[in-house]
């Protein structure tokens, strides 16, 4: 499985970006923005890289090299379903 296999990646990037969340915070704070737009910071790069590698990874592991066309197509709806909700 993907993230099993790229998982030291994938926490060097979490860990990443978990350093500079208090960062953001405390700048929407100090500027006096409202704290509900910490609801957008997942769409700064070091989450759309998170996001990338683990889509790019279930797209390998679970479409490109699934042989059976029924699981393949159950796998691409739900990362269709994740791309949808993580656009909105």
């Known amino acids: 499985m993907h ?4 998982k030291a990646k994938l926490l060097t990037r979490v860990r990443r970006i978990q350093g500079r969340q208090p960062h953001w915070k405390g700048n929407l704070i100090r500027k006096g923005i409202a704290l509900p737009c910490c609801n957008r910071l997942p769409r700064f790069a070091a989450v759309n890289g998170l996001m ?3 889509i790019e990874g279930h797209l390998t592991d679970h479409i490109v090299r699934e042989p059976e066309l029924e699981q393949r197509q ?10 949808k909700s993580y656009l909105k």
Do not use: S
């Not at 993230?3 to 790229?6: P, W």
């Not at 159950?74 to 791309?83: G, P, R």
């Open 52 to 54: 990338a590698a683990i």
């Open 3 to 6: 993230t099993i296999k790229d």
């Open 74 to 83: 159950q796998d691409l709806d739900a990362v269709l379903q994740v791309i």
